[in-house]
């Protein structure tokens, strides 16, 4: 089929500088995919590439060639290039195509998320900044009501960090509150279980990727012996092909696993991590990657459809000052969509 397409790039700015222990977000660039039948004008889709520079397996100097080439293809009817070391764009097409099936409403999944009538409950995320920033975030997330709050550990002086957690925990209890902890890789190999042994004193639900991508023996270990059960994260964003990703849990053997759809092939791709993680008893939830609210919304939507329970990572919508209006809100720390009519897409005109 033919399609009329073309590609935006746009830059997202945050409301205040987001630290990670690899350093400080200000700004975040999306590429949004919008297509229209080509025996049509009156709707089109619209699919958002989320790449993120340092991160991403497709931060690559030919990434907008590459969308070049893909539109070509759409407008010529031709084959589409392969995207398999592409996988943002493979979810921003394939958001745009399930867009443009449901002619364009912005309702890529039917169901009582879309018709706000279930919400979804998500995680607070508390950014990396001075010990008195983030004492500040963790009230704030309290006060709207969020019951699991994940905290990026780091780029402190750790003992700093064990100290806001302390705080939270001398005011809450596990029932009350959970904590997750996200260390991005930061710890030494031969730290890290002394630092985990450290952290579990104040009952931590979990702790993401706590040593970087590619020590799969030491995470392997880690697994076995760590008091807080470990996430993998940054570990699965290379890994595209399925026995790629089966050889890495069947070896690791983490707890859980945290899986963006637009570092790992979008809705299809990541299916694949959650039936070799359910085959093997290990537990998932699902975050967005810095989207803006178009990418959110299809995660979310797409999210809604598994019926889950535990928190998932989606609250990212309001970091920014110019994100896209849209319907999602969060209340009562869940993710809601409520009134889709009120979807504005001037930046595509």
């Known amino acids: 089929m033919r399609y009329s397409s073309k590609w935006t790039k746009y830059r997202l700015y945050f409301k205040r500088p987001a630290g990670t222990s690899r350093g400080t977000l200000h700004f975040k660039d999306s590429w949004f995919i919008q297509l229209k039948n ?3 004008d ?3 889709g619209i699919g958002e590439c989320g790449m993120l520079r340092g991160l991403s397996y497709d931060d690559r100097p030919d990434y907008e060639e590459m969308l070049d080439h893909l539109c070509l293809a759409l407008n010529l009817g031709k084959p589409l290039p392969d995207l398999t070391d592409f996988p943002s764009i493979r979810f921003g097409l ?5 867009d443009l099936q449901n002619q364009g409403r ?10 706000g009538k279930k919400g979804i409950p998500i995680n607070g995320l508390i950014w990396m900044g001075s010990k008195e920033d983030m004492l500040c975030q963790i ?3 309290i006060k709207m009501e969020y019951r699991c709050i994940k905290i990026k550990i780091g780029a402190l002086n750790f003992e700093d960090e064990i100290s806001v957690i302390q705080h939270i925990r001398k005011h809450f209890s596990s029932k009350e509150i959970t904590i997750r902890l996200d260390a991005n890789g930061a710890f030494e190999k031969n730290e890290a279980l002394e630092k985990l042994n450290r952290l579990a004193e104040f009952e931590i639900h979990s702790i993401e990727q706590p040593i970087r991508a590619g020590l799969n023996e030491s995470l392997a270990q880690l697994s076995i012996d760590s008091p807080i059960p470990i996430a993998l994260d940054e570990s699965l964003i290379p890994l595209q092909t ?3 990703k089966s050889a890495l849990l069947h070896f690791i053997r983490p707890q859980y696993i945290i899986l963006k759809p637009s570092f790992l092939g979008g809705i299809e791709g990541t299916e694949q991590w959650i039936r070799i993680a359910e085959e093997l008893k290990i537990h998932w939830w699902i975050t967005s990657a810095l989207e803006s609210n178009i990418g959110l919304n299809a995660i979310a939507q797409w999210t809604g459809t598994h019926n ?3 928190e998932q990572g989606l609250g990212t919508g309001q970091l920014y000052e110019n994100n896209i209006p ?3 809100k969060i209340k009562g720390g869940q993710l809601w969509s409520k009134n889709n009519d009120i979807w504005h897409e001037h930046l595509f005109a």
Not at 94 to 98: R, S
Not at 109 to 114: I, K, L, V, W, Y
């Open 38 to 40: 080509s025996a049509t």
């Open 139 to 141: 009230e704030e997330k």
């Open 308 to 310: 889950v329970s535990l």
């Open 326 to 328: 849209s319907p999602l």
């Open 242 to 244: 399925l026995a790629q």
């Open 106 to 115: 912005k309702i890529l999944f039917e169901g009582d998320f879309t018709q």
């Open 42 to 44: 009156s709707y089109y």
């Open 94 to 98: 394939e958001m745009a195509l399930l």
